[in-house]
C-alpha cells in the first residue's frame, strides 16, 4: 500500500470528513477523494460510506493495521535520519513522571535539555520517531525483570534503577499502621486509576491473577502531587515507588510485601546515541551491561 493513500485514509475517517481532511493534509477536496478511490481499488473492497463518512468493516480492519504501520514507517525515517545527522548539542528526553528519581536528573546536562513529562504508552513512539532523544519508562516487574514495552521498532532498552513500592493510604486508614500489606487483601478496595502517573491498574491485576482493582476515580494526568492529594483525601489508594509516596501530608506510605514487586525505571533509545544522549547513558548504564 501506498503509505500516502494509507495517511490520507485515516486522517478522513479520523474526522469523518473528507473537506476536514483536506485542510488538515493541504490537498484539495478532489486530491483527497482520489486518494481514497485509489486504496479502495488497490484493496479491492469499499473502505468508507460517504454518507455520513465512516469506516466500512473492511475500513475498520484496515485502521487496526494502519497506526502501527504508519508509526514503523515514521520510526523507520528518524532511524536513518539519526545516523546521517551531525551529533547535537542539546537534548530531548521524554520521561514518565515517577522515573525521574535523583540519579537520573543528576545525569542530566546542565544546559540544553528539553524534558517532556508524558504518558508511559506514548515514550517508546516518541523515541523511535525521533521526537526525543532519550526516553524513560517504567512499570511494576518482578525484581531483575525487563518491563515488557510494546513493538514497535528496534529500540534499546536498559535498567537504570528499581525501588520497593508503596500503597499510598490516608493516615486515618484502618491499615495505614501496618508494617506491610499483600497486594491480594487490597484487590476489593477502591483505588485511583491514574495510568500515566501511579503505577497502572493492569499491573496490579497481572500481578495478582487478574482479578480485583476497580477504580473509584479517574486521574488523566501526570502531576504526581495531584494523586497523592487525591489518596490523602480518601478518593482511593494508589502504588507508587518509595520516593514519590514517602512524606504526603495526611497519608502514610505502607510497603507491599507480596508479592515480591519492584517499581522498574528503564532508559529507552533508537541506534548509537550520540553527544549530549550518549554522555546520559555512559553516566546511568555501566559499560559492562551494554556489552
Known amino acids: 500500500m501506498d503509505p500516502h ?4 485514509y485515516v486522517t478522513v475517517a479520523r474526522l469523518a470528513s473528507f473537506s476536514e481532511a483536506a485542510r488538515e493534509l493541504g490537498y484539495t477536496q478532489s486530491a ?5 478511490a485509489a486504496l479502495e481499488q488497490d484493496l479491492g473492497a469499499p473502505l468508507l460510506t460517504r454518507r455520513p463518512v465512516a469506516p466500512t468493516a473492511a475500513g475498520e480492519r484496515l485502521l487496526e493495521h494502519a497506526g502501527p504501520l504508519l508509526l514503523r514507517l515514521d520510526a523507520a525515517r528518524a532511524d536513518v535520519v539519526r ?19 535523583p540519579r537520573v536528573l543528576a545525569a542530566l546536562p546542565a544546559a540544553g535539555v528539553t524534558l517532556r513529562v508524558a504518558a508511559r504508552d506514548e515514550i517508546p513512539a516518541a523515541v523511535a520517531t525521533g521526537t526525543a532523544d532519550l526516553g524513560l519508562v517504567d512499570g511494576l516487574a518482578a525484581p531483575s525483570d525487563p518491563l515488557r514495552l510494546t513493538d514497535i521498532a528496534p529500540l534499546t532498552t536498559h535498567g537504570v534503577g528499581e525501588e520497593s513500592v508503596c500503597v499510598l493510604l490516608p493516615d486515618t486508614h484502618p491499615l495505614a499502621r501496618r508494617a506491610g500489606l499483600r497486594l491480594g487483601d487490597l484487590a476489593d478496595a477502591r483505588w485511583l486509576d491514574a495510568p500515566d502517573t501511579a503505577l497502572p491498574l ?3 491485576r497481572a500481578a495478582n491473577g ?9 486521574y488523566e494526568g501526570t502531576d504526581v502531587r495531584v494523586l497523592t492529594a487525591l489518596a490523602a483525601a480518601g478518593h482511593g489508594l494508589t502504588l507508587l ?8 501530608a495526611g497519608a502514610v506510605a505502607v510497603p507491599v510485601t ?12 533508537g ?3 550520540r553527544g549530549a544522549a550518549a554522555r546520559v547513558v555512559d553516566l546511568l548504564v555501566p559499560a559492562a551491561s551494554r556489552s
Open 210 to 218: 487478574g482479578r480485583g482493582f476497580r477504580p473509584s476515580l479517574r
Open 241 to 248: 515507588p518509595r520516593p514519590a509516596a514517602a512524606g504526603v
Open 32 to 36: 483527497v477523494s482520489q486518494h481514497i
Open 5 to 8: 493513500l494509507l495517511r490520507t
Open 202 to 204: 493492569t499491573q496490579l
Open 83 to 101: 545516523m546521517a545527522a551531525a551529533p547535537e548539542h542539546g537534548l530531548t528526553l521524554a520521561a514518565a513522571p515517577t522515573a525521574l528519581g
Open 258 to 269: 507480596e508479592p515480591r514487586v519492584v517499581h522498574r525505571t528503564e532508559l529507552v533509545h
Open 271 to 273: 541506534g548509537a546515541p
